[in-house]
């Protein structure tokens, strides 16, 4: 009788025991699992392309949406899509239609590559009518999608500082020296000529 209850009880530590094991190892499993869909999660979120917005005014005339790859893999099937507010709002019906036509185009981005979208010249500044930068840009990188959005209020935009660059002084300096050959050049053309004429005589 003490032998069957004797038995009755190890028996019962050892279900109780093969139960908690196995709730121990199910629960194990579940934090490993976790813990390799974070590690692919965050793998993926490093290992793939990042567009982001930049707004630009270059060479004192041009005002620039850029598109900025940050990531670590080339942007792929890349299509902006700008909402149509924004583009019915542009001063220069030039830079309108081409903003029409780019919906039905798209382009790649490198690794820290950039692609420039035009959004007007000087007239720009100060139309009543503008509207804030509003669409979506949309790419691929190894079968998955991506999606941003794009928003950048121009009207409440901080004031551009436009200064004269090396690359710009050093432009205006060339055509100083241009300008200053050429008038070396016509005085030389001129005193020869006067030479050949006075030697005919």
Same mark, same amino acid.
């Given at each position: 009788m003490n032998a069957d209850w004797a038995m009755v009880i190890v028996t019962g530590i050892y279900v109780v025991a093969t139960i908690f094991i196995c709730w121990a190892n199910i629960k194990s499993a579940k934090a490993s699992k976790e813990q390799l869909c974070e590690m692919q999660r965050q793998y993926t *979120?490093?290992?793939?392309?990042?567009? =982001?917005? *930049?707004?630009?005014?270059?060479? @004192? &005339?041009w005002y620039v949406v850029r598109f900025v790859n940050h990531g670590n @893999? %080339? +942007?792929q099937h890349v299509k902006i899509h700008l909402e149509s +507010?924004?583009?019915d709002s542009l001063p220069e019906q030039s830079i309108r239609k081409e903003l029409e036509r780019i919906k039905e185009r798209e382009?790649?981005?490198g690794v820290g590559q950039h692609y420039d979208l035009f959004i007007g010249s000087n007239k720009l500044r100060g139309n009543p009518n503008m509207k804030p930068i509003m669409g979506v840009? *949309?790419?691929k990188s190894q079968d998955t999608d991506f999606q941003?959005?794009?928003?950048? $209020?121009? *009207?409440h935009y901080m004031v551009f500082y !436009? !200064? &004269? %660059? $090396?690359e710009e002084k050093l432009l205006t300096m060339l055509k100083t020296i241009s300008t200053e050959l050429s008038s070396i050049k016509r005085a030389l053309d001129n005193c020869c000529s006067e030479k050949k004429d %006075? !030697? =005919?005589i």
């Open positions: *979120e490093v290992n793939r392309p990042i567009i =982001e917005v *930049e707004f630009h005014y270059i060479q @004192k &005339t @893999k %080339t +942007a +507010a924004f583009i382009c790649i981005i840009i *949309e790419y941003n959005d794009i928003f950048v $209020d121009l *009207e !436009s !200064s &004269t %660059t $090396d %006075t !030697s =005919e």
